[in-house]
């Protein structure tokens, strides 16, 4: 049973790594360090919004609950969505898109508010569809977009379309 449960782990990792880099996060020092320096510069003494471990199995081998990057505006450069914490504010908690320009990062704050610990991202891959709950219509990605998860209960997904993020509740 264990050599069975390697094997599971390994074609999982295999398939995860054959995704290619624009899926790969991982943990926080492996953030970029341009991002992580826009970050320093515009939330002094941010930290990574923390995930109550119990919802930790929710996740994908090699996801981060923290940070994610992938494509989200279609220009072919690498952009960055981060769940982090900013004390100090009314509403600490916030999911930042840092979307990659020629001089820096262009920065989308798409959700603030109380610090909690069952928020986190997941990966969109372009071409996937999410279905908006309350309408009833269906989204297809055009691009790479982020799924925003709440505990077990809800989420809300963020596509990119035009020059703004549209928010779709993917899940209730």
């Known amino acids: 049973m264990r050599l069975q449960s390697t094997r599971i782990v390994m074609v999982v990792q295999l398939i995860a790594a054959a995704v290619g ?17 826009t970050l320093d510069h515009d939330y002094r003494g941010w930290r990574f919004a923390r995930l109550d471990p119990a919802l930790h199995r929710l996740l994908a081998v090699n996801d ?29 908690q916030k999911l930042v898109i840092l979307l990659r320009r020629s001089k820096g990062f ?52 963020y596509l990119f379309v035009g020059d703004h993020f549209r928010r779709i509740i993917s899940g209730d």
Not at 78 to 90: K, M, R
Not at 142 to 148: E, K, L, N, S
Request: hydrophobic fraction near 30%.
């Open 64 to 92: 981060s609950p923290e940070w994610l990057k992938g494509d989200y505006d279609g220009d072919g450069k690498v952009d960055c969505a981060v769940n982090i914490v900013n004390e100090g504010s009314d509403n600490p």
């Open 106 to 157: 262009e920065q989308h704050v798409l959700k603030s508010g109380p610090v909690n610990t069952y928020t986190f991202l997941r990966p969109v891959r372009k071409g996937e569809t999410r279905t908006d709950v309350t309408t009833g219509k269906t989204y297809t990605s055009a691009t790479d977009a982020i799924d925003v998860i709440y505990g077990e209960k809800a989420g809300v997904t």
């Open 21 to 37: 880099p624009a899926w790969t996060a991982g943990p926080a020092d492996r953030l970029p360090a341009e991002v992580r320096s």
